[in-house]
């Protein structure tokens, strides 16, 4: 059975990545882990050889922003190499720099990075539209939450925890506060800057007792605005490869949506827990909070494409009846 070269590229990239996060685990010898990054990086040169000498004709956004500077047979090893050189670079930069050998969200972020450029040129070359937008989704969530948000923890210094509660403070927690008492649910919000846990805290009452609610990272909205940016922006590049005015004032709509969203479901989750208890409200939190955020989000996408089409002017392809063909014979 002969085997594709793009699956023992994949097989490789897998290889290096099992020995990377075994190592973060502490679940392997050093013996073992050496023994795996060796045969990875050799399975990879050796595919290498015959993708570089392949005819590829993609002619997507990536290729043809890097073939102004190089080949298509050097762009077609630059990438692999560079995917590569990311997750050994991050990991590098985790184990001896930051001597830290937990798993956390930007370890996943930055290795699906690396992947997806491992394995760009695998696949029909039809894909090149759906490859461009993971690179680049990938890509900006990377750049989002592995280089901007590390650069703001670093530069902020011991005022990382303040900036950030107060920005939680009056971006959500008072948003969030001051609709629930329009409807009708009594509920006060708190600041703790101590740094004993988390600093914002959201107070209501609950059949004559006060329940006290803590607004983490995840639920403050952080993450998702970072998360539609990335998309957003990934998907402007390929489906439009511009960056206009309107196009960044579809950004900015986007981000007002998915900040409301968020509020709406911080509300939507509090009233729940104030009528049915501390159970409903997990219920609502974990399972109807998503679908509420999904249902927004999907909602300005279908109405922000359809104008953006409108502006940028993107042509629609004249469907031609196949009936119209060739005359039939008889």
């Given at each position: 059975?002969k085997?594709q070269r793009e699956?023992?590229?994949?097989?490789?990239a897998?290889?290096v990545m099992?020995?990377l996060?075994?190592h973060y685990l502490?679940?392997s010898?050093?013996?073992?882990?050496i023994?795996?990054?060796?045969?990875?990086?050799?399975l990879?040169?050796f595919?290498?050889?015959?993708?570089?000498r392949k005819?590829?004709?993609?002619?997507?956004l990536l290729?043809s922003l890097?073939t102004r500077?190089?080949t298509?047979?050097?762009?077609a090893?630059?990438?692999?190499?560079?995917?590569?050189?990311i997750?050994?670079?991050?990991?590098?930069?985790?184990l001896?720099v930051?001597?830290?050998?937990d798993?956390?969200?930007?370890d996943?972020?930055?290795?699906?990075f690396?992947l997806s450029?491992i394995?760009?040129y695998?696949g029909p070359s039809?894909?090149?539209m759906p490859?461009?937008f993971v690179?680049?989704y990938?890509?900006f969530?990377?750049?989002?939450?592995?280089v901007?948000?590390k650069?703001?923890?670093?530069l902020?210094?011991?005022?990382y925890y303040?900036?950030?509660?107060?920005?939680e403070y009056?971006f959500i927690?008072?948003p969030?506060?001051?609709?629930v008492?329009?409807?009708g649910?009594?509920?006060r919000?708190e600041?703790?800057?101590t740094?004993?846990?988390?600093?914002?805290?959201?107070?209501?009452e609950?059949?004559g007792s006060?329940?006290?609610?803590?607004?983490?990272?995840?639920?403050s909205g952080?993450?998702?605005?970072?998360l539609?940016?990335s998309?957003?922006?990934a998907?402007?590049?390929v489906r439009y490869r511009?960056v206009?005015?309107?196009?960044?004032?579809a950004?900015?709509?986007?981000f007002?949506?998915?900040?409301?969203?968020?509020?709406?479901?911080?509300?939507i989750?509090i009233?729940?827990?104030?009528?049915?208890g501390y159970?409903a409200?997990v219920?609502?939190?974990s399972?109807?909070?998503i679908?509420?955020?999904?249902?927004?989000?999907t909602?300005?996408w279908f109405?922000?494409?359809?104008?953006?089409d409108?502006v940028?002017?993107?042509p629609?392809?004249?469907?031609?009846?196949?009936?119209?063909?060739?005359?039939q014979q008889?």
């Amino acid at each position: 059975m002969k085997v594709q070269r793009e699956w023992l590229l994949l097989t490789g990239a897998l290889l290096v990545m099992a020995a990377l996060y075994n190592h973060y685990l502490g679940h392997s010898v050093y013996l073992v882990e050496i023994i795996f990054v060796v045969a990875g990086a050799l399975l990879a040169l050796f595919s290498l050889r015959t993708l570089v000498r392949k005819d590829r004709v993609e002619e997507g956004l990536l290729v043809s922003l890097l073939t102004r500077f190089m080949t298509k047979q050097q762009c077609a090893a630059l990438l692999p190499i560079l995917g590569f050189a990311i997750i050994f670079a991050w990991s590098a930069w985790k184990l001896f720099v930051l001597n830290a050998t937990d798993l956390i969200m930007e370890d996943f972020i930055v290795t699906l990075f690396g992947l997806s450029l491992i394995l760009y040129y695998a696949g029909p070359s039809q894909l090149t539209m759906p490859k461009d937008f993971v690179v680049l989704y990938l890509m900006f969530t990377t750049i989002t939450f592995a280089v901007i948000w590390k650069l703001y923890t670093i530069l902020t210094g011991e005022s990382y925890y303040r900036i950030t509660a107060y920005s939680e403070y009056y971006f959500i927690t008072t948003p969030v506060v001051a609709l629930v008492n329009f409807f009708g649910v009594g509920a006060r919000a708190e600041l703790d800057l101590t740094g004993g846990g988390l600093s914002n805290t959201i107070i209501y009452e609950y059949h004559g007792s006060m329940t006290y609610l803590g607004i983490g990272s995840g639920c403050s909205g952080l993450y998702s605005a970072g998360l539609f940016f990335s998309a957003f922006l990934a998907f402007v590049l390929v489906r439009y490869r511009n960056v206009d005015r309107y196009i960044l004032a579809a950004l900015a709509v986007g981000f007002f949506v998915t900040w409301l969203s968020n509020i709406l479901r911080m509300v939507i989750t509090i009233i729940v827990g104030s009528k049915y208890g501390y159970p409903a409200l997990v219920v609502v939190h974990s399972y109807i909070g998503i679908i509420i955020f999904v249902a927004f989000i999907t909602l300005f996408w279908f109405l922000i494409v359809k104008w953006l089409d409108r502006v940028e002017k993107v042509p629609i392809e004249p469907q031609t009846p196949q009936n119209e063909t060739s005359p039939q014979q008889i």
